[in-house]
């Protein structure tokens, strides 16, 4: 269980960078205390599950992707290959088929 809190701190930690969020600005935007941020990317705290959704939404990520990095994006890609490049395939075939 360690690992993967580890994983959502440093995560918590690039996205909110990535958004150029202060650990007060993210504290507001999460409705959470600049505290409760700081503990949080420091080990000291552990986020409720509410928190993790408002801290997602505050970041403007899927929940998810605190935890594995890009793990929304990465099904967003692969459902956007299907479209765009199996399913006329599958079309084709199915045109020349029957």
């Known amino acids: 269980m360690d ?5 959502f701190r440093m995560n918590m930690k690039y996205y909110r960078e990535q958004r150029g969020f202060s650990q007060a600005d993210l504290a507001i935007q999460a409705n959470s ?3 409760m941020i700081g503990n ?3 080990g000291k705290a552990r986020p409720s599950f509410q928190s993790i959704v408002n801290i997602a939404k505050a970041l403007g ?5 605190l935890f594995l990095r890009n793990s929304s994006q990465s099904s967003k890609h692969t459902k ?3 479209n765009s490049e199996l399913l006329p395939l599958v079309k084709d075939f199915i045109n020349r088929t029957f």
């Open 80 to 82: 956007e290959v299907l």
């Open 40 to 42: 949080i990317e420091s």
């Open 3 to 7: 690992e993967y809190f580890e994983e």
């Open 61 to 65: 990520i899927h929940p998810a992707d």
């Open 33 to 35: 205390s600049n505290g």
